[in-house]
């Protein structure tokens, strides 16, 4: 019922930057928290930032001052945009949205494919 594409990865060396975006559609009645998450190679999935409906945002330790997450509501769109790249940071990241349907009240995480992003050194 919702669909999450991600875009603007890529292959950067360190101390460039990217901005990341994900667009969601469908059947969205709203949309709660929207976050990034990334995994990296033999690593489980870890939450890189979050921003709330309000625009409240978390960020995690490895990001902050670095990073910095935000959203469009009319386009119901999440925006990462990453400064000061690390080597470490190369991952495929990932959009998380929490969905209300129109066809149901409960929130439903939904997850994008992932895009790609490579630092290197």
């Known amino acids: 019922q919702v669909q999450l594409v991600e875009s603007g990865g890529g292959l950067v060396q360190a101390g460039g930057s990217l901005r990341l975006s994900c667009a969601a559609s469908?059947?969205?009645?709203?949309?709660?928290?929207m976050g990034w998450y990334r995994q990296a190679p033999g690593k489980q999935r870890e939450l890189v930032a979050t921003?709330?409906?309000?625009?409240?945002?978390d960020y995690a330790d490895s990001v902050k001052g670095r990073f910095t997450i935000s959203r469009d509501n009319a386009k119901n769109t999440v925006y990462l945009q990453m400064n000061s790249l690390k080597p470490e940071d190369t991952a495929v990241y990932y959009c998380?949205?929490?969905?209300?349907?129109?066809?149901?009240?409960?929130?439903?995480?939904?997850w994008g494919h992932g895009t790609q992003v490579t630092v290197s050194a």
């Open positions: 998380n949205a929490g969905v209300e349907v129109t066809t149901d009240e409960r929130v439903h995480d939904y």
């Open positions: 469908g059947s969205i009645f709203s949309i709660n928290v």
């Open positions: 921003i709330t409906s309000g625009e409240s945002t």
